[in-house]
């Protein structure tokens, strides 16, 4: 269905999807779709999306609509589809994934007959899952109903032997007969051996009200044991590539608090969040997670490796080598630290035994703010783990910062850090360019390969041929009343993370000390033990858009006086 709204800004075309559960802690994938057009498609150079066929026999992406070979009840869109009639049989599809050895790990998919008729059991898809070595973890035989149509949500858990295991779906039906037999919705998640079966979400579709920007999706929860759950909705405008779509704008069922039923409602304003653009292959995932529920004014990064460095070679040395990095899921907020919430916190301090946390945004008595949704300016590397504490104790969570065993309230020591506890801190450098990066692979900047003034408040050069904004120099938004020129936070669209101001505004500080990259993979760095310069990250409104890649890094001294341009935003560890 497609509909266009009242002010021509945004043209969906609306394919539902389906989902389970939270992304497992290396990362999660789903057996993708193709764009709505073409049937039969066969996996090209024996790879889709990452998956790799062998064996003999069809293997093809068919979508799902209209035609008996196309009928496709689980989400109305493509499916992977085995056998294509009296082709032999034997055809494989696999897909290597990360995994954590001692992890327990589920698997669900659907397995549903398409086309034919055949004898119970005849017809039959086996999934597997195997180690590095090759070594069986799982094998599981699942044969399609006798009608047209899915079965039940077919799902097994396995527990990880290695970094890397494989699963894989082979066609191995014992007749070649005019079967088609489908494989649809292919999900890993992260199991909870505590609370039982993890959640399992369902019938997703969408409808954007006519004339309106208003979207509503719904969707059916299964939770199982658990008797609530947090439910995220996320929006692909290509088919199902990227979930880089950003939806912040969301009510009804969605969030934390979420009990099971048919039908649930998700209200999403695609106009306050994505105004402007156009696609007709617009998707919904909707993942549900019985863990606990994203803090107010953060969201979740989660699990997974990404590609850390300058991928385009345009930065200084250090933003080479481009090496692999897992990192833990972790919350991030959502805006950079405004000059509100830090005078908040800096009067409650100042009153519960932190005795030295400066005004914010001053500098040699000079007053930088330029409003309270601004950022907060003039604060050093010290200032902010303090603050961040005392943040931590006003909102009654354990802080992260010691020295000497000791809360940390007061002095420049550098403390140590409790990675465990649940109170605010900075993010390291690794969580800082993933959570940039919004999901994103490859792209220079968190949004894409070039920037304007409406992606960012810096200061555009037309020396960058990346930088094709049309009006240069400062950003004239905000170029106002005398340096410095910040703008409020939240001023942009945000990333796939939902993630705002990345690529401008200010320099925002980090939790490691500067080094050189390394070449190998790494898990969760933090930076070495000791150094003489903290970790800075982001553009800012006086940089440049060099300065706003997302492979852009740099290093200031932790007590150093930096004027008005480097402010911050904190970070939580996920339980």
């Avoid at 649940?422 to 968190?446: D, V």
Wanted: proline share 7%.
């Amino acid at each position: 269905m497609r509909f266009t709204l009242q002010n021509a800004c945004l043209l969906l075309q609306l394919l539902p999807h389906v989902a389970f559960a939270e992304p497992f802690q290396n990362g999660s994938f789903e057996l993708p779709g193709l764009p709505a057009q073409g049937t039969g498609i066969f996996v090209e150079n024996n790879e889709i999306a990452g998956w790799v066929k062998s064996g003999p026999g069809f293997l093809g992406l068919v979508n799902g609509r209209g035609g008996a070979q196309q009928f496709d009840p689980i989400d109305g869109n493509q499916h992977l589809n085995f056998n294509g009639g009296d082709t032999p049989t034997g055809a494989i599809l696999s897909q290597a994934f990360d995994t954590r050895v001692g992890e327990t790990y589920e698997v669900c998919f659907f397995v549903g007959r398409v086309f034919g008729s055949s004898n119970p059991g005849d017809v039959a898809l086996t999934a597997r899952v195997l180690d590095s070595g090759g070594n069986v973890l799982h094998s599981q035989r699942v044969t399609p109903p006798l009608a047209l149509g899915y079965g039940p949500v077919s799902r097994f858990s396995f527990t990880a032997t290695s970094s890397r295991s494989i699963l894989s779906f082979e066609d191995t039906s014992t007749v070649t007969v005019a079967v088609d037999v489908a494989l649809d919705a292919v999900t890993v998640v992260a199991a909870h051996p505590s609370l039982g079966a993890t959640p399992v979400v369902t019938n997703v579709h969408g409808e954007q009200r006519p004339n309106t920007d208003l979207v509503d999706v719904y969707y059916d929860l299964d939770a199982a044991e658990s008797t609530s759950v947090s439910v995220r909705l996320e929006v692909s405008a290509d088919g199902g590539a990227n979930w880089v779509v950003p939806v912040a704008s969301v009510s009804q069922s969605v969030g934390a608090g979420v009990s099971s039923g048919k039908g649930k409602h998700i209200l999403w304003n695609a106009g306050a969040d994505w105004n402007g653009h156009v696609s007709k292959s617009v998707r919904f995932k909707v993942t549900a997670s019985d863990g606990p529920p994203i803090p107010d004014g953060f969201s979740l990064i989660p699990a997974g490796n990404f590609q850390m460095g300058d991928a385009f070679g345009e930065g200084w040395s250090s933003d080479l080598p481009v090496h692999t990095v897992f990192v833990s899921a972790f919350y991030m907020a959502k805006y950079e630290v405004p000059n509100s919430l830090w005078d908040e916190v800096f009067v409650w301090g100042s009153q519960h035994g932190y005795t030295d946390l400066p005004r914010g945004s001053e500098n040699a008595g000079i007053n930088y703010s330029k409003g309270n949704s601004h950022p907060v300016l003039s604060i050093n590397w010290y200032a902010i783990v303090k603050w961040c504490n005392a943040r931590s104790e006003m909102d009654k969570l354990t802080p992260c910062y010691t020295n000497l065993g000791a809360v940390y309230r007061s002095g420049s020591a550098i403390p140590d850090c409790d990675w465990n506890a649940n109170g605010y801190r900075l993010p390291t450098e690794a969580e800082w360019e993933k959570s940039a990066r919004g999901g994103l692979t490859g792209k220079r900047f968190p949004w894409g390969d070039t920037i304007t003034h409406n992606n960012a408040n810096y200061k555009s050069d037309e020396s960058y041929t990346y930088d094709l904004s049309a009006t240069r120099g400062f950003h004239p938004a905000y170029a106002t009343g005398g340096a410095p020129y910040t703008s409020p936070v939240g001023s942009f669209a945000p990333n796939g993370y939902g993630l705002y101001d990345f690529g401008g505004n200010v320099h925002e500080y980090c939790w490691d000390w500067f080094d050189l990259y390394p070449s190998m993979p790494q898990t969760d760095p933090r930076g070495p033990v000791t150094g003489t310069q903290k970790v800075i990250r982001n553009g800012c409104w006086p940089g440049m858009a060099w300065h706003s890649r997302c492979g852009f890094r740099d290093c200031v001294f932790p007590g150093g006086d930096y004027s008005h341009y480097f402010g911050f935003r904190i970070a939580r560890s996920h339980p």
